[in-house]
C-alpha cells in the first residue's frame, strides 16, 4: 500500500508559476513511476506528466509541454510538479498517482495508488 499527499496548491494570476509536491509513505518509493493528473469541473480526469522510477524518463501532455516540469527526489520520496507561466485553462484538481509501470506512462488505469489532490486555480 502506497499513500500520496499532495500539497502546493493554491491561487495564481495567469503567466504565474506555482509548484507542486506529492509525499509518498508506505511502499518502496522507487519501485514506482509517478503521474500527475487533473480534473477540471465538468471534465474527465486527463493526463499532465509521469516521471519513471529514476527520473531519466519523462513524459508531458501537449497541452503543459514547455511549461511544467515533473521531477522527484527518491531520498524525500517526494514528486513536483513545477508549473510556469500558469494559464486560466490550467485550472483543475492536481492529482499524484503511483504506478508499479517501470517506463513513464499517460494511461490513467496503469495507476494503482492515488492522493486525494489539490486545487489550483489560474485567475485571468
Known amino acids: 500500500q502506497v499513500q500520496l499527499v499532495e500539497t502546493g496548491g493554491g491561487l495564481v494570476q495567469a503567466g504565474g508559476s506555482l509548484r507542486l509536491s506529492c509525499t509518498a509513505s508506505?511502499?518502496?518509493?522507487?519501485?514506482?513511476?509517478m503521474g500527475w493528473f487533473r480534473q477540471a469541473p465538468g471534465k474527465e480526469r486527463e493526463f499532465v506528466a509521469a516521471?519513471?522510477?529514476?527520473?531519466?524518463?519523462?513524459y508531458y501532455a501537449d497541452s503543459v509541454k514547455g511549461r511544467f516540469t515533473i521531477s522527484r527526489d527518491n531520498a524525500k520520496n517526494t514528486v513536483y510538479l513545477q508549473m510556469d507561466s500558469l494559464k486560466p485553462e490550467d485550472t483543475a484538481v492536481y492529482y499524484c498517482?503511483?504506478?508499479?509501470?517501470?517506463?513513464?506512462?499517460?494511461?490513467?488505469?496503469?495507476?494503482?495508488?492515488w492522493g486525494q489532490g489539490t486545487q489550483v486555480t489560474v485567475s485571468s
Open positions: 516521471i519513471n522510477w529514476s527520473g531519466g524518463n519523462t
Open positions: 508506505g511502499r518502496t518509493f522507487t519501485r514506482y513511476t
Open positions: 498517482a503511483a504506478s508499479g509501470r517501470r517506463v513513464a506512462t499517460d494511461r490513467s488505469w496503469d495507476y494503482d495508488y
